[in-house]
């Protein structure tokens, strides 16, 4: 974090936290909480950026934060009472643990904003005591942490060591630690970026420091952004030029994209009206032709079956927490019981699309099994006229370690040397014919 963010004021912070309410009280999505702060503010860049970014860290270091804050104030008063308070709190404590904001600055903020507010301003003392407190002790406290089990909430954390062991639940964990880099994906040569790493299949990571749609041939078309365990769903597929293939659940369209970008004939099925918005200004900015049907997945039927169907199902995306560090936080175990009920209805559907002889490509971006090989597990088990077509590591450029039991299996701390991937599950189903 630049020293520059330091100088920021009080609205930006005002920002962060409300921000943050609406995250953690009423489990609004933090993206369209940013897009609202985005949209809808009237800070310039630089304070709309140093929200941002104490809202997302905050978020990513949550569990750490309120251990932090538990530790000086044991017993935290009601929100009933106290209003923006703990948010105050844990969004000062962020400030001064983690985005190594000068003291002084961040306290005096913390007291500004608590004056502003009809319930925290009683809350004021403690809030400028604890603030003091946690910049004095606050490097020792968190010394002494349990860093990737703290900020990993108990539902999530005890499924994980039971799938995975303990060992890489903590791995993955840390992972999520890192704020993650940006894939991009070109139509044709590879985009140049200055200090890009160039990753297998010609994705090309970056560390992106501002707004993607500032960045060089955004808005000729050249390129999208895909994450690397993104695009490797439609690269077993395999050669797809001049042939169909369905794409269900297409949007936002990276899967869309990189179909059309290979020649394939697309049609790219989506049921929401405003994702389908957003797949068909992605393909118009880049250039790219598909066919677009508004429709359920579980409604619609193609005029004749395609020898490609990929379905890249609504998952509860724990695999993509690296970018939605507010997900663990606002949702459930029962969140991945309701997706994966509704994961098979989908793949049922999916099917009937699926000419014979053709390939059904399952994919999720969950770690949990239910969503993943339970899924594919259920589906050949009642379709028997599908096979699995194990993933060999050839098909993945070597990479041993993204292939189990004969399906995609890629964690967040794999590639970590390089800045890690989206946990993505996928399975190969071959139609006999």
Known sequence: MPNAVAHSGVPARAAAQAILAQ??????????????????????????????????????????????????????????????????LLAGACELLFLKVPPHAAVDAANELAAADAKAVHFRPLINAVMRRIARE?????????VPRLNTPDWLWSRWCDIYGEATARTIAQAHLKPPPTDIVSKSSVADFPGGILLPGGVLRIRETGRIENLPGYAEGNWWVQDFAATLPVRLLGDVSGRAVIDLCAAPGGKTAQLAASGARVIAVEHNPQRMDRLRENLSRLRLDAQLMLADVRDFRPEKPAPFVLLDAPCSATGTIRRHPDLPWNKSAADVSLCADGAGELLDSAACMVAEGGLLCFAVCSLE?????????????????????????????????LVSGGALRTLPCHLADQGGMDGFYTARLRRSG
């Open 138 to 146: 606050g490097e020792a406290v968190i010394a002494e942490q349990d």
């Open 369 to 401: 099994p239910e969503e993943g090989q339970d899924q594919a597990a259920s589906f050949l088990a009642n379709h028997p006229e599908f096979k699995l077509e194990p993933i060999a590591a050839e098909d993945v450029f070597g990479m041993t370690e």
């Open 23 to 88: 995250v953690l009280g009423r489990r609004r999505p933090l993206d369209s909480a940013l897009e609202a702060l985005i949209n809808g503010s009237v800070l310039d860049a630089r304070d709309a950026g140093f929200a941002r970014a104490i809202a997302i860290e905050t978020l990513r270091r949550l569990g750490q934060l309120q251990a932090t804050v538990n530790h000086f104030v044991p017993k935290t008063p009601p929100q009933h009472r106290a209003g923006p308070t703990l948010e105050i």
